[in-house]
């Protein structure tokens, strides 16, 4: 057997998850939480399937999950339902005898792929260059630990949806520019509803070490690095036309993730907490449709059928790493702690996880 094909083999689920009912994988998730008591914590992140939804001990989004992480002092193992670099981060914010685990490890994220901290050196030197000492680095926590540790040792911070507002103005009280990661969207949304114009962003292209900007340098007071996330780029402004010519009572909700053009047009734009909370404080007849990922689009429509709730494009399908995980490879992986051979533990080397913290705390205590 070949050494990828062993790797793929132990990655494998084992045939006898495979085999098992439904009814019977619940009943033994909830027997082996029982049995690990408080040594035991599941955060789950909003984005996640109802079969896994319902055995996590917290949920929430991007910023209360490491809020939560970061006050977890019991619980010997954390296991991490949502995708890689939320586990990196628990694992930032807990200490070196608390044990993450990630039930499947190909639950990552095509967005925090997209910037490699190799690339992210370059860029950094191009842009010193061309601006000298006056750029403040912000990763959206959506990026992976080096990332993390790269923003952390220049001076900079994470950001999440809900709380990129206040951490863009603090950075500007640092610095004249913000070289914003991973994600061009939340960056230029975030950017422009602070007031500056879209003329005085540039572009950073990884792919071709390239700033793709028009303007004059000393104009210049944001730069957007080239990534997105592939889920919210599919909501389309013709999926907003289609919405109003159909449903003209309805109101368009949408993630910053998605693009300038999509949030321009609709009513209402906020983070994953955001979008639950006017749904949860809607009047009972309130009509939505919302652009963000479709398991949680899913959970509103269920939980609130005294309203009209329907996904922005009706074709979407939900975040397909973060789907990874299900109440089978759950299972596995908490078995494997009561066999005493964790699977799948997520270790973030300590001088990356000291650069990464300091970034992740430069957010935590502004928010
Ligand atoms: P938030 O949880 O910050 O809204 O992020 C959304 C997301 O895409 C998580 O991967
Ligand atoms: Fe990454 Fe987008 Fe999936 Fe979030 S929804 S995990 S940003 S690909």
Redesign the pocket.
Known sequence: MSILESIVNQNQLPARYKAMNEQDIHQRIRDIKKELGSSLFIPG???QKEEVIQHCDAT????Q?AQVSSRQTEASYIVFC??HF?AETADMLTSTSQTVLLPDMRAG?S?ADMADVNQTEIAWNHLQDLFGDTIIPLT???STAAIKAFVGRHGGATV???NAHTILKWAFTQKKRVLFLPDQHLGRNTGYDLGIPLEAMAIWNQHENRLEYEGRAEECRMILWKGH?S??ENFTVANIDFIRKTYPEMKVLV?P?CSHEVVERSDLNG???YIIDCIQQAEPGAQWAIG??MNLVQRLIDRHPEQKIVSLNPYMCP?LT?NRIDSKHLLWNLESILEGKPRNIITVEEQTAREGRLAIERMLVRS
């Open positions: 992140h909003h984005y929430g989004d991007s910023l999950l949502g995708v939320m994220c967005m959206y926590v959506n999440t949806s809900s996330c889920v919210h993630h993730e983070s994953t907490k963000t990922e975040c973060m």
